[in-house]
């Protein structure tokens, strides 16, 4: 995926001047080495110059890593730290910053060899929040050599993240379409994230996509095609114009993006698409979105900004579904109950027309969109992929903006079950343990939209330090609670 940003964490120690440098010194080096020989050394920097304990050292180790191509901070308290300057790092730092602190090694080393870092990073975090600093710390920030290196290790999809929303811009297609006010929302809370939106109108991409007619690059496209589709290549009339639409938003994201390193689309797919440009987009969109470059339905831009999120967390092609419709009773009696632990209440269908990339999807069809078809002549519905969702752990989630202009954000480890949907589109039976009370208490009660984004694996404890790092107040950052705590506003005597 070329449309992510690769994480460099920058790591430097700080000792407070009245502890020992020497442990601060020797703490790094068995960090450094710990990390290296578990993760590589290819995401991590060593920073040398200097044990920050001044302000002074400060702007030296800023400097230097600054000049070494770190985008993200390791703040590492080998010992209690300078408060001030360990928290001024942070301040100075243009990127995702945490902080971890070292254990103390042995019981026969607790006089000139403690560090009291326990300590430490309490002071850490208040002149954090003393200074308005936004850094990640663990859930348990201080550890052994071995412990925190695998704390760095999980802070890079959360860095990459953070990373990636602050050069990310979102191009949209069109307004919503009618009906569909549940996929409007304000995009003030994008320009708070640091993202850029450029909103074009359907007749800017029709012009755009008909200057590609008989570009010299539509074979080699179709042909690309062709190889990805295999059998369920059943439409391939309509190659030609979805290789010329491809083209026309890979055109324009290199045209458009300006100053920024990374995209993601919001495009339209109806209610004149159809008519106008002769087929679907849903194909195309799932190529994209598995290239690194997500693209929602339905002009949905905070549907495509939460997949972005998701595949920098994941590193993987991402998708976003209607939380759709319910599993039939009998569906479930056969090929459910008793062989998996979940309730009829939790499980249901996540559905779209056709956009999820072919690597997660079971089987695939590239065919004519049913629904569309309906009300439209069949040949202008061409396009859409279809086929069953793989199997295995998956992430429900999305980034929302209320029409007050407020972050919201949810977030529900489940999987897809491997039962046949007996149905069609981008499709899959997905079970999420107490989905029926997430239903109503997050979902209905919180006025999300019917639109969610599906990460392919569990990531809730990436996605969740990244919604509260860019700012979503922790009452409103919702997951599928279990029957121990109860909602809110769950009725105590139903």
């Not at 059943?234 to 890979?250: D, G, I, M, R, S």
């Not at 495009?267 to 987009?281: E, L, M, N, R």
Request: contains cysteine.
């Amino acid at each position: 995926m070329n449309n992510l940003p690769q994480v460099k964490v920058g790591i430097v120690a700080v000792s407070r001047d009245c502890f020992p440098e020497s442990l601060s010194v020797d703490r790094r080096k068995a960090l450094i080495k710990a990390y290296t020989e578990k993760f590589g050394a290819d995401a991590i920097y060593e920073c040398p110059i200097c044990i920050v304990e001044s302000e002074i050292h400060m702007v030296q180790a800023l400097e230097d890593i600054k000049k070494a191509g770190c985008n993200a901070l390791c703040v590492y308290l080998g010992n209690f730290g300078p408060e001030i300057s360990e928290t001024l790092l942070a301040k100075h730092f243009d990127g995702p910053a945490m902080f971890i602190a070292a254990a103390e090694e042995t019981q026969g080393n607790l006089v000139g060899g403690r560090g009291d870092a326990y300590c430490g990073m309490l002071n850490a975090s208040y002149n954090l929040k003393l200074r308005n600093i936004k850094a990640y710390i663990p859930e348990y920030p201080v550890g052994t050599a071995e412990e925190c290196a695998v704390m760095i290790n999980e802070f890079l999809p959360i860095a990459r993240a953070i990373i990636g929303l602050s050069d990310l811009k979102i191009i949209s297609f069109g307004p919503r379409p009618l009906n569909f006010l549940a996929c409007n929302a304000p995009i003030k809370q994008l320009y708070n994230l640091g993202v850029e939106i450029e909103e074009n109108s359907e007749l800017d991409l029709f012009e755009a996509f008909k200057k590609h007619d008989g570009d010299e690059r539509i074979p080699a496209k179709i042909k690309e095609m062709e190889e990805e589709l295999g059998e369920g290549n059943l439409k391939p009339e309509v190659l030609p114009k979805l290789a010329q639409y491809e083209l026309t938003l890979l055109d324009w994201v290199e045209a458009h993006k300006g100053y920024r390193k990374y995209v993601a689309i919001a495009g339209k797919c109806w209610p004149a698409f159809q008519t106008q440009f002769g087929f679907v987009p849903c194909y195309v969109n799932s190529r994209l979105t598995g290239m690194g470059i997500p693209v929602s339905c339905e002009v949905d831009i905070y549907g495509c900004l939460s997949e972005f999120i998701g595949t920098c967390v994941s590193q993987d092609a991402v998708t976003l579904l209607d939380i759709n419709n319910t599993v039939p009773a009998d569906m479930y009696q056969e090929s459910i109950k008793d062989k998996f632990q979940y309730t009829h209440n939790d499980t249901f269908m996540g559905f779209h027309c056709g956009n999820t990339n072919t690597k997660k999807l079971s089987f695939c069809n590239m065919k004519y969109q049913m629904i569309m078809a309906r009300t439209l002549p069949e040949e202008v519905t061409q396009g859409t992929l279809e086929g069953d969702i793989i199997p295995g752990d998956i992430t429900f989630y999305r980034l929302q903006s209320t029409a007050d202009c407020k972050l919201r954000a949810y977030i529900a480890q489940g999987e897809v079950l491997p039962v046949a949907t007996k149905s069609f589109g981008s499709i899959g039976v997905f079970a999420i343990p107490e989905m029926q009370r997430f239903y109503r208490h997050v979902l209905i009660e919180k006025n999300y939209p019917h639109h969610g984004a599906v990460a392919f694996g569990h990531f809730g404890k990436a996605l969740y330090e990244v919604f509260k790092y860019i700012g979503v107040p922790v009452e409103d950052l919702n997951y599928n609670q279990p029957k121990s705590l109860p909602y809110p506003t769950e009725n105590p005597f139903a």
